[in-house]
């Protein structure tokens, strides 16, 4: 007997009704948790650049002393899943990440929507970071660095 491949299939599209989050948008849902209160936003665009309003995406980071789990009895893990809505946009409550040794503060995000064939892994870090400069996993970005900044708006909002 001969083996056959199964064919890739694409993520997704996913709906909304049936991919509710319990804790909503908030990945650390109690005062519990070390560090600083932030809200990360963005959007998630296809390759035209329109709006992909049908994806979500996982996002996993240690508290704001870097460190994973639930240090807190209580406490979130670190993990949470967002949803896009209509316009591709997203929102996230959390805490700023503290650094894992030598890696500067960062959050790693699972992309799933359709059209991609496996989900996309990525790592979002904040503007202004001095560890930035020291971390070797942004550094091998090159000059594809800036498209993973967020960038402050304002005391609690990165974008």
Same mark, same amino acid.
């Given at each position: 007997?001969?083996? *056959?491949?199964?064919?890739?299939?694409?993520?997704? =599209?996913?709906? %909304?009704?049936?991919?509710?989050?319990?804790?909503?948008? %908030?990945?650390?849902? @109690?005062?519990?948790? =070390?560090?600083?209160? *932030? /809200?990360?936003?963005?959007?998630?665009? @296809? +390759?035209?650049?329109?709006? #992909?309003?049908?994806?979500?995406?996982?996002?996993?980071?240690?508290?704001?002393?870097?460190?994973? +789990?639930?240090? !807190?009895?209580?406490?979130?893990? +670190?993990?949470?899943? !967002?949803?896009? @809505?209509?316009?591709?946009?997203?929102?996230? &409550?959390? /805490?700023? =990440?503290?650094?894992?040794?030598?890696?500067? =503060? %960062?959050?790693?995000? /699972?992309?799933?929507?359709?059209?991609?064939?496996?989900?996309?892994?990525?790592? /979002?870090?904040? @503007?202004?970071?001095?560890? &930035?400069?020291?971390?070797? #996993?942004?550094?091998?970005?090159?000059?594809?660095?800036?498209?993973?900044?967020?960038?402050?708006?304002?005391?609690?909002?990165? !974008?």
């Amino acid at each position: 007997m001969s083996e *056959i491949n199964t064919p890739s299939q694409t993520v997704g =599209p996913f709906f %909304h009704y049936g991919l509710k989050w319990e804790p909503g948008e %908030h990945l650390f849902p @109690d005062a519990k948790t =070390p560090g600083r209160r *932030i /809200v990360l936003t963005g959007t998630i665009t @296809d +390759g035209q650049g329109a709006p #992909v309003p049908d994806a979500f995406l996982e996002l996993w980071q240690p508290d704001g002393s870097g460190r994973f +789990g639930a240090p !807190v009895p209580g406490s979130c893990a +670190g993990w949470g899943r !967002v949803f896009t @809505d209509n316009d591709g946009r997203y929102t996230a &409550n959390t /805490v700023l =990440p503290g650094a894992l040794g030598k890696q500067a =503060p %960062h959050i790693l995000v /699972v992309l799933f929507a359709r059209g991609l064939l496996r989900q996309l892994i990525t790592r /979002v870090y904040f @503007d202004g970071e001095a560890a &930035n400069a020291g971390d070797a #996993v942004l550094a091998s970005t090159g000059a594809r660095a800036a498209t993973l900044l967020a960038r402050p708006e304002g005391a609690e909002r990165y !974008v």
